[in-house]
């Protein structure tokens, strides 16, 4: 009789060839579950919004927005089919809140601020964090930028692109650190693309980005190059076509993911109260600590930060005075954001849809319309709160 344990497929040896296979053929389950999620169109689309959604945005009465659509010079919308109700799309909204909103704009000469999401830990919502702080930045009349700096390239999935599929190396980041970086390029501005959201674009992330931790190690052992400051280098001009750049990082303190501190003026810090990953976000500070206390030593660079936050995500209400969630907050204390983004199934119904609580602009599909308003309305906090520390540390812009 053959032995069980052996006839497993856990047991089975994973060659280089079946590696292969098993990646041609994820990446085809990939697609095609894209394709039935975002049925009938292969890509993503942004919401559309009502008058009052609108005014809401732009800070205005409702009953405002007929009289300002009618008037000519913003946009009028369009009626739905049965003519009840005039509805905007995501850039005529953005219109509407640019003229009309009473949030500061960023200073003349003012560069656009960076901000680096982290974390060690994987299911942190890391990039939940990164993709709803960038739509909610634009819907704040932002012009924001993602920079995928993730192999597994999760925020470059959130616009409806696949990475293994249709992002070539050189549309990523990486062509900045392969040799000889006296052909590299001197700014990323290469490899920026729109997305289906108004005001967002992004740098994207793929698998082959991962090469960039194998260069940058062999830069570090060069006294002449400053390997930390590559991306701050190459980003540095993009501060002028952005509002707001945000790095999306893999989860570790890797090569690629110091380089994106250094060039940020902010740090965020997505951590849900749970043990693991709480002792997690200790870890990473201790090891930041010592890599950017090493850096200092030696007299090569200082880094400080306009700000750093964190928030507490996927907070369960039922726990909410967990004993994790009561150590994080102690030991944050200052640094903590005052609101938490709770664990709903509107977040898991947009992570399955590949989507987020922006894109689904409302409640729908098994989720009530409380549920989704309390994380919207979480995330619109968040969004607002980070706004603010952009416009008062970065921008220096004084409040009102």
């Known amino acids: ?31 095609t579950v894209r394709s039935d999620m975002l049925e009938p169109h292969p890509r993503k689309t942004p919401p559309v919004f009502t008058g009052a959604q609108v005014a809401r945005l732009a800070g205005v009465e409702p009953k405002q927005m007929t009289y300002l659509a009618k008037r000519g010079d913003l946009p009028s919308g369009s009626h739905e089919a049965n003519g009840a109700r005039r509805m905007f799309t995501l850039a005529e909204a953005r219109q509407y809140v640019s003229r009309l909103s009473k949030i500061p704009k960023r200073p003349a000469g003012a560069p656009g601020a960076t901000i680096a999401i982290v974390n060690f830990k994987g299911g942190s919502t890391k990039t939940t964090t990164a993709f709803n702080l960038a739509q909610g930045l634009t819907l704040r009349g932002r012009r924001v930028l993602i920079c995928d700096l993730d192999p597994q390239a999760s925020s470059t999935t959130l616009t409806g692109l696949l990475p293994a599929a249709e992002v070539m190396e050189d549309q990523t980041a990486a062509p900045l650190f392969i040799p000889p970086l006296s052909e590299a390029p001197k700014d990323l501005r290469y490899a920026v693309q729109r997305t289906y959201w108004d005001g967002l674009d992004i740098i994207p992330a793929a698998p082959a980005l991962f090469g ?5 190690p062999i830069h570090s052992r060069d006294p002449d190059i400053a390997w930390w400051d590559m991306l701050n280098r190459a980003i540095t001009p993009l501060r002028e076509d952005y509002d707001v750049i945000i790095f999306d990082t893999a989860p570790a303190l890797s090569y690629l993911a110091v380089n994106a501190v250094i060039a940020s003026d902010g740090l965020i810090m997505p951590v849900p ?6 002792a997690s976000s200790v870890a990473f500070w201790n090891l930041l600590s010592e890599t950017l206390g090493a850096l200092a030593s030696g007299r090569r660079y200082h880094k400080d930060f306009a700000f750093m936050r964190v928030l507490l995500s996927k907070v369960d209400s039922k726990l909410a005075s967990s004993l994790v969630r009561d150590w994080i907050i102690k030991t944050y204390g200052p ?39 309390r994380i919207r309305d979480a995330f619109d906090k968040f969004v607002e709160m980070i706004d603010q520390s952009v416009q008062a540390l970065v921008w220096k812009v004084a409040a009102e």
């Open 1 to 31: 009789m053959a032995n069980a344990v052996l006839d497993a497929p856990s047991a089975q040896r994973f060659s280089l060839e079946a590696l292969l296979e098993l990646a041609q053929v994820a990446s085809h389950s990939l697609d």
């Open 212 to 216: 960039a931790e194998i260069f940058l």
């Open 273 to 278: 109260p749970e043990t693991l990953d709480f």
């Open 335 to 373: 640094y903590m954001l005052p609101v938490e983004i709770p664990k709903s199934p509107a977040g898991s119904l947009s992570a399955i849809k590949f989507g987020t609580v922006y894109d689904l602009g409302k409640y729908s599909g098994g989720v009530s319309a409380d549920t989704y308003g």
